[in-house]
DNA sequence: GTACGTGCAAAACATTTGCAAAATT
DNA sequence: AATTTTGCAAATGTTTTGCACGTAC
């Protein structure tokens, strides 16, 4: 099982020329301009099987979409995501993850996961985005 | 704005007999089973208006469904759920906190936002999970 | 040659929305 | 009486699925 198909190959080209996390049908839409002929159903079922395996880190945005994105780290880590642009930084946070287990384990709670997404501006949007809060500048 | 409504009324008062985070459907559904006449686009209405309004704390699961619950802590504070059974703690982490600063500051992100979200598997259902992933007892 | 993967269109979901009728203030 | 809320059904948007066909092995 798991074959070597041309659809399965491109999309994982398609992935690793890509620096944010992306949706299934921005990343079939991606595809589809760059001259690949996919069905949206493949990139679908290929997105799921590769994140299954670990291949691919996946995010459920906060409309319940799901975006794909390989990563570096193949471990186990955390993102720092930009609001505006979707710049990504991957971090580690080990000191997090101890608190996180004691706290888990004064309540008795066992076989613990957890999920932790920072969502922020970077510095490219962080002033912009203020000056539009204010409806401009002073 | 913001009337009384019965509809309005009978949401608040199903959550509150609430223990776990539940969907707009299931609390629909409990509500028709409780014998209150409700249209289920007025739940879905009143839950996002309630969450909007902090009353509510809402989770997005893993496959993009959102939950509500009314928390007991009304500021901002972290879930550890059990897997089984939605069993909910609340929890704060101010250590916690500070780190994810630290580290946003670090890569010079501003106007951070976070979502933290524990599973587990609380005491009553530790062991017995256990025991099912191994196809049964030794 | 056979089992797995693909493509398409239809189905399945959760959620949102338009609009007329009903209820609140 | 004015205006918000409701209820229903239809619309929307994402993801899944059934099934015939194509393809990797």
Known sequence: MQRNTRQRAAILETLSRQEDF??????????????????????????????????????????GESLYRQCEDTGHHHHLVCRECGRTVEFLAPKLEASM??????????????TLEVFGLCTEHAAQSAAEDEGGTR
Chains 1, 2 share one sequence.
């Not at 290929?46 to 995010?59: E, F, I, K, T």
């Not at 309540?107 to 996961?113: A, L």
Request: hydrophobic share 35%; net charge negative.
């Open 22 to 63: 992306r949706s299934a049908q921005q990343i079939h839409e991606q595809m589809r301009s760059d001259g690949e002929t996919v069905g949206l159903a493949t990139v679908y079922r290929n997105l799921q099987a590769l994140s299954r395996s670990g291949r691919l880190d996946v995010l459920v945005a906060g409309d």
């Open 101 to 114: 287990t004691a706290i888990a384990q004064e309540h008795g709670f066992t076989e613990v996961d957890h």
